[in-house]
């Protein structure tokens, strides 16, 4: 097996009177894709927040790469080799694709060495990958959802993340841009070998593309393993019955074998 | 060494302006808090209040106070809905810092034309023959008193208009999600519009009472709205209570603090106030609406 | 090619040779006035521009690349003002250094005031900025040894001495004023140009589109807005200490009147927040109409005033040359 470049250890967080994460202990193997699934309101996006250095948690640790990371501002995190896309696009509109991603060159873990014709071209190999090459000029408030969402992938990459955090980046995408994407991350996997950790509600695609499933309810860990087990496993059919559409989708995913 | 009579004096009078403070606060507070909008418009439509019943009840037309108090609130409708068309119908939902420059445009434009009518020398409204009551030594006009208590009775009202009536239902309705009450039938522009006319209209209705009790120019509105923000800052956006109990906070601070540094450095303990609350509290004391 | 090279190198750039271009007709005027007094009221006009020049320049960092509406920057140009007065008349330091110390001052203030307004967003940071102004304002109105509210005027006797390209005294202040102030405005274009042209203008404006992306994409973006606030102060402290002296007097109500403040910002929107060209163009176009409308229209001209802000903000929101940056992005290269 290879080594642990992700451990999250016994982390809480609370907001007021309700707990988020209840103690949640998981480890990221170099290299894998682990989908990280739960009903909405299981505490994905904390947890996402809490490795980021957004959230500062109430009792746990996290370590990247052996190294205690807990309570580092996100621009800290980020320049260790943790990038993040966020579950509702957070692209800089103002700026044209290029600049978006040229500006993740420079604040990548190793930026600063970049000159600018070097970090220009370093980021239309990013946009060659995701395929938005040919929009690069374009001002990244006139892309439509799909592409918005492939900037942010863009944006991401071209930090030179070893680990990549990427929350929801299926969501509001039509089927065929759902395989389109999947198979750009894949592609990420091959070329890249970026160590990922996916938050999707897209069950299907999360549970094709993911090497290993980590599912969260209410706050805790409630099951682990490959997609198979992890489907099979009642308690989390259990957990999703609680989401009418979702538990169908579960159920369907079971009648068609996995 | 402050004697308690001295500082029960100040007390009541730093209450009695407190009031008047929270009142000419409370337009801007609603306009801020239901289309997220800091109207600096607001200290002209003060000013505007001021000479308006300037014009209402001393030259050229001489009714009497009331009248004149009661006439110049009513105007603010008309005028809050033709400054909505002009200055912020159009930037809503922009950036912030549109809606600042063209109500900060409106404001100028209101100010140049009071200018250029009146000049910069200070007015009074003069009302002979006043009665005045005596508390712990200090005299205050009945005009006063009844200044105080209309602003307490209207913030009294505004709270009600806004958590019990169809309008305040659609403002909130607006306030939690624009799309989402269009969707459920509100008229989100009509309704945006009376609210800013409600907003200028209270405006109207502080500038006139005030302009009964202190000298002004068509600068003095200035002052109030600058204080208007530390208090809308204390109280919370949108809500009349905490406009009220903002200003009488303010009004005391500068009251009692003036016993203790030169009066014409009270201001700044406002702004410092606002400043830390700010800094430590952005959502206000008394939490939003 | 190293990152700072490329920087150094941009200056070939059509809109940095505008802005070049722009510096040498300044002090062409000034030398001309030198030789030609039918010069000194073309010099005295752009003087005026060049004030409120500075400040565009210096709200361009912090509004136009960062994002963050400094209402009350003013405050830099009133603090410049007054700790260079104080020095050359109560000190009687010479204006050079009475400028450093001034910019100094004005960054320091902007460090201080940074760290407790920094943190607000939006329409909270322009109100914390107006009301720090007001604070401020309020103190020097109130604080007898450098005046109160009578200000500081600089005694004759403090320029008597003063010689620059033949002329002496009052005279020569005048000229190297003008002078003076267009260097300190050469060096504000040359802050922004390369402010805009480097990995931190870069980092600036990822902070203006999306702090919070920004941060998670690895910018520091506490420190990167704190020292974008520090830059933006030193081109109006700057301007503030050569008005001052140019004038011989301060006054705390015009030295921290806020008009000034959102002169600026409607320079830097009608030009293109966040661009060179357009904070130039934005900056020398309100001037010259301002100095067409007082002079046209004495009595009406806040009326104008008001009427072209809103007209200016509702219909032309992005600015001159940002909104061709927008409609054609193939010119962004050269119109920056």
Redesign the interface.
């Known amino acids: 097996m290879a080594s642990t470049i992700l451990r999250v250890e016994d982390v809480v967080k609370r907001f007021g009177g309700i707990t988020a994460l209840k103690g949640v202990t998981m480890e990221v193997y170099e290299g894998e894709i682990l989908g990280l699934i739960g009903p909405n309101g299981a505490g994905k996006t904390t947890l996402f927040n809490v490795i980021t250095g957004v959230y500062k948690p109430d009792r746990g640790k996290v370590y990247f790469k052996g190294k205690d990371i807990t309570g580092l501002p996100p621009h800290k995190i980020a320049r260790l080799g943790v990038a993040r896309t966020f579950q509702i696009v957070k692209p800089f509109k103002g700026l044209t694709v290029l600049e978006n991603v040229t500006a993740a060159v420079f604040y990548g873990p190793r930026g600063d060495e970049y000159s600018f014709k070097a970090a220009e071209e370093k980021a239309m190999e990013v946009l060659r990958l995701v395929g938005l090459e040919d929009h690069a000029d374009t001002l990244a408030t006139r892309l439509n959802v799909a592409m918005k969402k492939r900037l942010e992938l863009a944006r991401a990459l071209a930090q030179d993340p070893e680990l990549l955090l990427l929350d929801e980046a299926l969501a509001g995408l039509n089927p065929r841009e759902v395989s389109a994407m999947l198979e750009i991350i894949r592609k990420v996997r091959e070329e890249r070998r970026v160590t990922m950790i996916m938050v999707e509600h897209v069950m299907h695609a999360v549970m094709n593309v993911s090497d290993r499933i980590v599912v969260l309810h209410l706050g805790e860990k409630i099951a682990e393993g490959s997609p198979e087990a992890v489907a099979r496993d009642p308690r989390v059919v259990e957990a999703y019955l609680g989401d009418p559409e979702l538990a169908l989708r579960f159920v369907r995913r079971l009648g068609g074998g996995a | 060494m402050v004697s308690p009579e001295l500082l029960g004096a100040t007390v009541i009078n730093g209450l009695l302006l407190g009031v008047l403070y929270g009142l000419a606060a409370l337009g801007l507070s609603l306009i ?1 808090g239901i289309m ?1 909008v ?1 109207n600096l418009s607001h200290g002209a439509t003060i000013s505007l209040g001021m000479f308006l019943t300037y014009m209402l009840v001393v030259t050229p037309m001489k009714l009497p106070l009331w009248a004149g108090v009661v006439l110049a609130t009513l105007l603010g409708v008309p005028l809050g809905i033709l400054f909505y068309t ?2 912020v119908h ?2 809503l939902g ?5 809606s ?3 109500t ?10 009071l ?2 009518k009146y000049g910069g020398a200070a007015r009074t409204i003069y009302t002979p023959g006043e009665k005045t009551v005596r508390i712990l030594g200090i005299s205050y006009s009945y005009v006063q008193l009844a200044a105080v208590a209309i602003a307490v009775a209207t913030t009294l009202a505004v709270y009600v208009l806004v958590y019990r009536t169809w309008f305040g239902r659609a403002v909130r309705a607006i306030i939690m999600d624009k799309e989402a009450a269009a969707l459920m039938g509100v008229d989100t522009t009509r309704i945006l519009a009376l609210s800013f006319a409600l907003g200028a209209s209270l405006a109207m209705l502080s500038g006139s009472l005030i302009s009964l009790i202190y000298a002004f120019t068509p600068l003095t509105g200035l002052t109030f709205e ?1 204080y208007s ?2 208090i809308v ?1 204390l109280g919370g956006l949108g809500s009349p209570v905490g406009s009220l109990l903002g200003g009488v906070i303010v009004g005391l601070a500068e009251q009692v603090s003036a016993l203790y540094i ?1 009066v ?2 009270s ?2 303990v406002a ?2 106030i ?2 830390a609350v ?2 430590l509290r ?1 959502t206000g004391i008394f939490g939003g609406m | 090619m190293g990152r700072l090279a490329e920087t150094l190198a941009t200056v070939k750039n059509p809109s940095a040779l505008a802005g070049l271009g722009l510096a040498a007709l300044f002090y062409l005027v000034g030398l001309l006035a030198v030789r030609d007094p039918g010069y000194a009221y073309y010099r005295e006009t752009i003087a005026t521009a060049l004030v409120l020049l500075n400040m565009a320049l210096g709200l361009n960092i912090i509004l136009g690349m960062t994002g963050y509406v400094s209402f009350g920057h003013v405050v830099f140009f009133g603090i410049g003002g007054y700790v260079a007065m104080a020095l050359l008349e109560y000190r009687g330091w010479n204006i050079y250094v009475a400028m450093l110390v001034a910019a100094a001052a004005g960054a320091a203030l902007a460090l201080v005031l940074g760290t407790i307004v920094l943190r607000l967003r939006g329409a909270y940071f322009a109100i914390a900025t107006i009301g720090l102004n007001e604070a401020i304002r309020v103190f020097f109105e109130n604080y007898q040894p450098l005046g109160g509210a009578n200000g500081i005027e600089l005694s004759v006797s403090r320029v008597a001495n003063l010689r620059f390209m033949g002329y002496q005294g009052l005279a020569a202040k005048l000229h190297l004023s003008y002078m003076l102030l267009a260097t300190v405005t050469l060096v504000a274009m040359a802050m922004n140009w390369f402010i805009l042209k480097s990995r931190f203008g870069l980092g600036l404006l990822a902070i203006r589109e999306d702090e919070d992306a920004a941060e998670s994409m690895g910018v520091d973006t506490w420190r990167y807005k704190t020292l974008a606030y520090m830059l933006s102060a030193i081109p109006p402290a700057l301007a503030g200490a050569v008005f001052a002296w140019k004038n011989g007097s301060i006054y705390p109500h015009t030295a921290f009147s806020l008009t000034l403040s959102i002169e600026g910002i409607i320079a830097v929107m009608l030009g293109g927040a966040g661009t060179f060209l357009g904070t130039l163009l934005g900056a020398l176009t309100y001037s010259g109409v301002k100095t067409y409308l007082l002079t046209s229209f004495p009595h009406l001209h806040l009326v104008l005033f008001g009427i072209a802000i809103m007209a200016i903000v509702e219909f032309l929101p992005e600015g001159v040359v940002g909104w061709i940056r927008i409609r054609y992005t193939h010119l962004r290269r050269i119109l920056e």
């Not at chain 2, 900060?104 to 034309?113: I, M, S």
Request: without cysteine; glycine residues 10%; neutral net charge.
């Open positions: 801020w997220k800091v002009a200055a159009k930037v922009g950036p912030e810092l549109s600042l420059l063209t900060f445009g409106l404001g100028l434009v209101v100010r140049g034309l200018e250029e600058l923000f530390v800052v030169p014409a450095l201001p700044m702004f410092i606002l400043v700010l800094a952005p």
